[in-house]
C-alpha cells in the first residue's frame, strides 16, 4: 500500500494512459459545468419572464378534459383562489353564470377544433366579485394526436375597461332620454306659441271683416300687418 502517490512508479505507458484519463474526467466535468451554468442561466432568464409575465396577465394550463394543471401567481391573485384550491378543478370555480350555455358551447367547439379563441368572459372571484377579463386560449395539438392535449389561457383584467363602456353607454342613454324630452318640450312649447297667434290672427280677420270700412288707411294699414 503507497502512502504516497509520488512513491508509485508508473511505466511510461501507464502514466499516459493516467494523463488522458485525468484529462477526459477533467474535459466531462467542465462540459458538465458548463452545462449546468447554461441550465442555471435560462432558468434565471426564465424567471425573469415568468415575474414579468405575473405582474401583467394570468395564465392558466388545462388539460384534455378542462380540469386546471397550472396556474400563475396573478390568476390567484385575480380570482382570489390559491393554487391548491383550482389545481385539478376546472373554470367552473370563477364562472358568474352571465354566459349563456350556447356561449360556451361555441367556445368549447371552437377549441375542440385546434383554433384559437380570443373574446372577453365575465368572471367571479372567490368572494363573489364579478370581474372582466380579455382572454386568448391556445389548444395545444401534439404530433400524435390531431385533438388538442392541453389548453392554455391567457388573460388580463379589463374590469375598469367594462366599468367605463358600461358608464359611457348610461350617459349616451341618458343624453337620448333628455334629446326625447327636449324635443317634447319644443313641440309644447311650439303649439302653446301657435294657439294664441291662431286667435289673434282670427279675431284680427274678424276686425276686418266686420269694421273694415269704418276705418280710415292707417288703421287699414294696421290690420293688413296683424
Known sequence: VYENIDEIEWSEQEYSILMQNLAHDLRRWLEQKERFGEQAEKLRELQVIENAVNRHVSLAITDQQGKITYINEKFCTTSQYSTNELIGEDHRAINSG??????????????????????????????????????????????????????????????????????MEEQVKELARSNDELEQFAYVASHDLREPLRIVVCFSDLIARDYGDCMNDEGKQYMLIM
Do not use: C, R
Open 98 to 167: 352571465f354566459h349563456s350555455k350556447e356561449f360556451m358551447n361555441k367556445v368549447w367547439n371552437t377549441l375542440s377544433k385546434g383554433h384559437v379563441w380570443k373574446g372577453e368572459f365575465k368572471n367571479k372571484t372567490k368572494d363573489g366579485t364579478f370581474f372582466w377579463i380579455d382572454a386568448t386560449i391556445v389548444p395545444v395539438i401534439s404530433t400524435q394526436h390531431e385533438i388538442p392535449f392541453q389548453y392554455i389561457s391567457i388573460w388580463t383584467d379589463v374590469t375598469a375597461y367594462k366599468q367605463l363602456e358600461e358608464k
